[in-house]
């Protein structure tokens, strides 16, 4: 791990013990930390020289979401309505598949640009599905890769529940560590506080 990231890394741990720090001469000294911690990231990014932003030209499209599907032993048709459609020219109408995913595109329909996106399909599919263009409608003809029956067109959401991140047992203890590398490291400033810090520490468990 180089510098740069180790630095990022320790500006993680400091802003996590900062939140659960309560007394205010250890904030003092992590907020101190942080702040030099910031500089020192910055001093060791690397510069990116600023490039005059090319003008892009923006294309909306209108999400289609009307639609209907059959299906039979090798195919699942998705059938797409769109009056008039078989009117524009071909060049228009693209479609792109994925082993899980359909990408229909219309250029041009009713002075409009329209899109249809299915993706995570019940079932994988073959590439080189086809499709077809009617007087009034789209015909997505997607190919199955086998032969089984499709309970639905999309997979259905997975039900399984993500592990518990076990809590940290001494969160502290992090902490000290962490101070006594900031003490090593640290300027003399930072060194001033972080006595100073321990001390009263000291004094006030003397006096309990």
């Not at 007394?23 to 101190?32: A, D, K």
């Not at 090319?54 to 059938?79: C, G, H, L, R, V």
């Not at 409009?112 to 997505?140: D, G, Y």
């Not at 309970?151 to 502290?172: N, Q, R």
Request: glycine share 4%.
């Amino acid at each position: 791990m180089d510098q740069l990231e180790n630095c990022k890394q320790d500006l993680i741990e400091l802003e996590t013990f900062l939140e659960q720090s309560k007394r205010p001469n250890v904030r003092s000294v992590l907020e101190l930390s942080i702040e030099n911690l910031k500089k020192k990231i910055t001093s060791l990014s690397p510069k990116v020289e600023e490039k005059k932003e090319e003008k892009k030209t923006t294309i909306f499209y209108k999400q289609i979401s009307n639609y209907s599907y059959a299906q039979d032993s090798t195919t699942m048709t998705i059938y797409v309505r769109l009056p008039g459609v078989g009117k524009i020219p071909r060049d228009n109408i693209k479609v792109e598949y994925t082993t899980n995913s359909v990408l229909l595109i219309i250029t041009g329909y009713n002075e409009k640009n329209h899109k249809l996106f299915l993706s995570n399909l019940a079932k994988p599919i073959l590439t080189n599905s086809t499709f077809k263009v009617r007087n009034n409608r789209v015909e997505l003809i997607l190919k199955k890769d086998g032969t089984d029956h499709w309970d639905s067109l999309k997979a259905k959401k997975s039900t399984i529940t993500p592990p518990k991140v076990e809590k940290e047992e001494d969160p502290m203890g992090g902490l000290m560590n962490m101070m006594k590398k900031m003490y090593e490291e640290g300027d003399d400033q930072t060194k001033r506080m972080i006595a100073e810090s321990w001390q009263k520490s000291r004094e006030e468990q003397m006096k309990k």
